[in-house]
């Protein structure tokens, strides 16, 4: 019996013994009714999770919503996620009927000991309490993995004849869509490309790449995209994993000028911070490419169409080629993104048929691989090509989509090959690899290392996951090392306010404010204000009452809380303390604020005025989000 089955039969079981056989007893009552509530927002979390996934909560739905979500395409799901908030409504208004209102007879108490044991196990073995469990417990877990012995930091040079590079992140374009025997004639056109490239056929998706961003971390910069639990959003910090060498970091230190295009925004989920922390300076996204379009029209919910994207993408391969110096552009599709993708206007085949129904996420795959083939042939027809290198990838697996129950069906691979101008193709490598080694493997074919943290290059070494029975196992003991990698404080003392452009700074890092820092058992864990986030205010009443928190805010906020003089105050407002003190509050009154946290010494404050706090700041209403 399947995990989520055996937890709902479980839960179904309490139910019905509360309510036909538990003595009746309104803490009992109200015990179960509370631990049902808990097992259905559980059980919320896991389904709406699922239905991104396909895997329920994994780490990239914990990063992708606690990151900056401004430009995604959400429209789509707001039907499906009103429809689950009605049915919860609904349930627990059946619920409670049920415990509070049946009036059957011959009711024994030691039905209620059985209904909570059974409420209780339904919890515990429900699908999100286990993976939220190892989520949590990987998170700052002792190192004690062979990281270091296998993390590797590449040299930043590049030797010899400096080729030039095109790099693809398909979204969602996984190797299993070229499948004839599964998908026939779904991808002819650049099925033929890939037949004639050096294709490697067996790339395995890792946790910590199983996203957009993720997945662009894993090629770039050979590790998992592993982030802080406690609402870290990496679109506020100064810098994106600052201890690792990326492959645009080797390319911008051997001379070569890079770029990155795609339809949507570059803010979302943290893409622009990465790209721009590691050597990728000109970044082209929704906002950039507007001014250029021929149509402000034509686009779909994330932003422009892969054939608009795309096209520009070969105009700057032409220029750049034309100029003569080294480059790379890195692009991203869009069209294949799930629930179901998008059809262009210009591709030839909108309409793919399976078992005699069309499929719109199939659909969007034939149109979009379409597009993607168009601009490789151009490529290739051109003068250049010989100078040039041809990456094709997967950023990330098909989540769910509406082809998901076909592709699950299979044995599921990433999508990576490469073309190159100046040498030998047409082979097939069917190493065992990960994502990690892309980028490697890439960086070795321009004359460079032949590794990138812990990828190694498929062409030249072995990967890492010929190491171990279980890669993606054995990835999850990587997790605490690499969280280490973020580089953040344990401690905070002297620190420096921008005001003019709302930083941050303290022991060498930098975060953009408004922000909270809980210091919480030797480390820093900030928190933010970003899209879809709870307030500040909020997130602060959550904390226990001794937990010491640095709030940089405006001071008007902190007044609305501790202080009415400051209500009226304009500037920006540093609070330290804890919630069972009064806080020390000061105010940043020019341009470059230096100053120290204050934490010993304060006055304790009685439990009514710990309580009257925790109650305003839970009371905050959040700002309407804006994008």
Not at 253 to 280: D, M, R, T, V, W
Not at 306 to 311: A, E, V, Y
Request: charged share 20%; net charge neutral.
């Amino acid at each position: 019996m399947a995990p989520e089955i055996f937890s709902v039969c479980l839960f179904i079981a309490s139910v019905a013994l509360c309510s036909w056989k538990a003595e009746r007893h309104s803490f009992w009552n109200t015990l179960i009714l509370l631990l049902s509530t808990l097992f259905l927002l559980l059980s919320a979390i896991w389904v709406a999770s699922n239905y991104f996934t396909g895997e329920g909560v994994n780490d990239e739905v914990l990063f992708t919503i606690t990151n900056s979500l401004r430009g995604a395409g959400i429209r789509k799901y707001m039907v499906p996620a009103l429809a689950l908030l009605g049915l919860l409504l609904l349930i627990f208004g059946i619920l409670f009927w049920l415990i509070f209102h049946n009036k059957h007879s011959n009711r024994k108490v030691v039905y209620n000991y059985v209904a909570l044991v059974l409420s209780l196990l339904a919890i515990g073995t429900a699908p999100a309490t286990t993976q939220l469990y190892r989520l949590t417990t990987t998170q700052y877990a002792d190192d004690k993995s062979d990281f270091n012995t296998n993390y590797k930091d590449a040299v930043k040079t590049i030797s010899g004849k400096k080729l030039n590079l095109v790099y693809i992140f398909g979204e969602s374009l996984e190797r299993t869509y070229f499948d004839q025997e599964v998908f026939p004639d779904l991808a002819p056109e650049l099925n033929a490309i890939k037949q004639e490239s050096i294709d490697f056929s067996n790339t395995i998706q890792i946790p910590g790449a199983e996203n957009t961003i993720s997945g662009m971390v894993s090629a770039l910069c050979g590790i998992p995209l592993f982030a802080p639990f406690d609402n870290n959003a990496s679109s506020s910090l100064s810098t994106f994993y600052p201890r690792s060498i990326c492959l645009g970091d080797v390319l911008k230190a051997s001379g070569y000028s890079n770029y990155f295009f795609q339809g949507a925004k570059l803010a979302f989920a943290g893409k622009e911070l990465l790209l721009k922390s590691h050597g990728i300076d000109n970044l082209y996204g929704y906002d950039e490419l507007k001014p250029l379009v021929k149509d402000p029209k034509y686009k779909n919910e994330w932003g422009w169409y892969d054939d608009t994207t795309l096209d520009f993408v070969y105009n700057k391969f032409e220029q750049l080629s034309k100029a003569g110096a080294p480059f790379s552009i890195f692009a991203l599709t869009v069209d294949t993104h799930h629930p179901d993708g998008y059809i262009d206007a210009t591709c030839n085949r909108k309409s793919y048929l399976y078992d005699n129904k069309a499929n719109q996420s199939l659909s969007a795959v034939a149109c979009s691989q379409e597009q993607v083939a168009k601009l490789i042939n151009k490529i290739k027809a051109s003068p250049y090509f010989k100078n040039t290198v041809i990456v094709v990838s997967s950023d990330h697996l098909a989540m769910n989509n509406s082809a998901y129950s076909i592709l699950t069906r299979q044995d599921r691979r990433d999508l990576f090959f490469v073309l190159r101008g100046d040498g030998e193709n047409n082979q097939v490598i069917d190493q065992k690899r990960t994502t990690m080694d892309n980028g490697a493997t890439v960086l070795d074919i321009l004359g460079g290392d032949n590794f990138i943290g812990l990828g190694r290059s498929s062409l030249s070494s072995e990967s890492l996951a010929n190491n171990y029975r279980d890669i993606r196992r054995h990835t999850l003991r990587w997790k605490p090392a690499i969280i280490k990698m973020w580089d953040f404080p344990n401690t905070i003392s002297d620190y420096v306010l921008h005001t003019d452009s709302k930083m941050l700074t303290f022991s060498g890092t930098s975060f953009k404010y408004p922000l909270i820092l809980r210091l919480n058992d030797g480390r820093i864990d900030p928190m933010f204000d970003v899209y879809l986030s709870d307030s500040l205010e909020k997130q602060l009443s959550t904390l226990d009452a001794n937990e010491k928190f640095v709030w940089i805010d405006s001071c008007s906020k902190m007044g609305n809380i501790w202080d009415a003089a400051l209500k009226t105050v304009n500037n920006t407002c540093v609070a330290s303390g804890s919630l069972a003190t009064r806080p020390h509050i000061v105010e940043a009154d020019r341009d470059l604020y230096r100053n120290k946290v204050v934490f010993d010494g304060l006055p304790k404050v009685d439990d009514d005025t710990y309580q009257a706090t925790v109650k305003k700041l839970g009371a905050v209403v959040d700002a309407p989000a804006t994008e």
